[in-house]
């Protein structure tokens, strides 16, 4: 989960494991099965698990990827009223307009103009995308086999990137949503919201390669392995949220270390990395982040001061191993 205005991380508010066990039906066979049965109920199974934990909460937005450009889902979502952006990944009709989606973004008049900022993910550079901003009402019809609404309508957002003809692959986002749009700036307020939708593949990043590397693990049990995931999960977040707290420098230069750090923690690292007294103020979060680095034996042989999640997860793992000797310690009789 994050944070709207911050664009922070406030935390896991839910995951799914599962594994295939058999290979997945396509075509009719796969609309005939129930719609539990398959696969892509996880997010509606998401949403009713997200319902039901904040009850009493009305701010939260799901926003999705094309993954979950289902019917069924989208059906879902507005019959509970659950607030929605997902990125359309089917070229559906427009009843509506009469016409298949992608065939109408041809002939709209851009309501905006404005540049946004492309990530770097596998192959792709991270570079600037000049865009054009559309929105309008649409709504599409239910497909065979499917229960429930006849029709679904809601807003349709189309962000395409304009010019750099030599471009290979041009950003298009078409994006519905049954989120009031009013003007332009709620619109792109709304895709701003989509854009901060990758920092979920930066979570799985840290939690599967980078950082908790959970892909690396080898357990005897199922049970054993689910649990260990899920303790991991946690940590990967706590590593999310520390590497956003030490990026903002300055702020960081300003803040004491035991706003994430126990006093034990960051005596620890004092200790280990000074190899002085300890000091009478509380040393800096930003201190207390790269003296964490160090302990993971990170080195700034590149003089960009970015440290990588690696590093951070390893010093961690230094830091636990010191708490644990010194509660092994404790707990030994005394000598006569």
Known sequence: MLDAQTEKVIGLAGQQHWHRTEQVKKGEQAQQRNKKEKESFKWQKTSEDLNEQFANTDNILHVCDRESDIYEYLDHQQSNENRFIVRANHDRKLINLNSKLHSVSKTLSPQAHYTINIAQRGGRKARKAKVALSYFEGAIGSPKRVTGSKTLTFNVIICQEIGEDSQEEKLCWYLYTNEIIENTEQARQLVRYYELRWRIEEFHKVWKTEGTEVE???????????????????????????????????????????????????????LKTEKKPLPVEVPSLHWCYYALAKLGRWYDSKRTGRVGTKAIWSGWQELMIMIDGIEIAKALPDDD
Not at 219 to 229: F, H
Not at 244 to 262: H, I, M, R, T, V
């Open 216 to 270: 690396k693990l080898r357990m005897q049990t199922k049970g054993n392995m689910e649990r260990m995931v899920v303790i991991l999960a946690f940590v990967a977040i706590l590593l999310m949220q520390l590497k956003e707290l030490a990026q903002n420098q300055e702020e960081a230069k300003k803040s004491p270390g035991d706003e994430f750090f126990s006093q034990r923690e960051w005596k620890l690292l004092w």
